[in-house]
Nanobody, 122 residues
C-alpha cells in the first residue's frame, strides 16, 4: 500500500485561494486508481470534496466545490492537487488526500494521508 503526504494548507481570508498537494508514493498501477480530497470538521463526518479517476481523468465535485475548486493530478509525479479559489469560512476543515480503487463505477478508498488544515477567516 502506498503512502500519501499532503501539503499546502494554511490560513487565508474569505475570497482567497489555496493550493493543496498530495505526494503519492508506492503506486505503480493507475488504470483503476481513484484519488480524492475529503474534508472534515470536528464533530462531523468526513465528506468528499472532489475526486478523480487516474485512468481517464474523469472528475467529480461536491456541490459546495463546483466552480471554485479544481482537482488535478500529475501521474508522472504521482501528485494530486486541489486548487481552491473564492474560499469561504465554511471551507474551514482538515483536508485529507485519499486513494482507492474503482470498481463498476464506484470508488472505494483504503489509503489516507495525515491531513492538512485549511482555515478561512471572515
Amino acid at each position: 500500500q502506498g503512502q500519501l503526504v499532503e501539503s499546502g494548507g494554511g490560513s487565508v481570508q474569505t475570497g482567497g485561494s489555496l493550493s493543496l498537494s498530495c505526494a503519492a508514493s508506492g503506486y505503480t498501477t493507475i488504470s483503476r486508481r481513484c484519488m480524492a480530497w475529503f474534508r472534515q470538521v470536528p464533530g462531523e463526518g468526513r465528506e468528499v470534496v472532489a475526486a478523480i479517476l487516474s485512468g481517464n481523468g474523469h472528475t467529480v465535485y461536491a456541490d459546495s466545490a463546483k466552480g471554485r475548486f479544481t482537482i488535478s493530478e500529475d501521474n508522472a509525479k504521482n501528485t494530486l492537487y486541489l486548487q481552491m479559489n473564492s474560499l469561504k469560512p465554511e471551507d474551514t476543515a482538515m483536508y485529507y488526500c485519499a486513494a482507492g480503487v474503482e470498481y463498476r463505477g464506484s470508488c472505494s478508498y483504503n489509503n489516507w494521508g495525515q491531513g492538512t488544515q485549511v482555515t478561512v477567516s471572515s
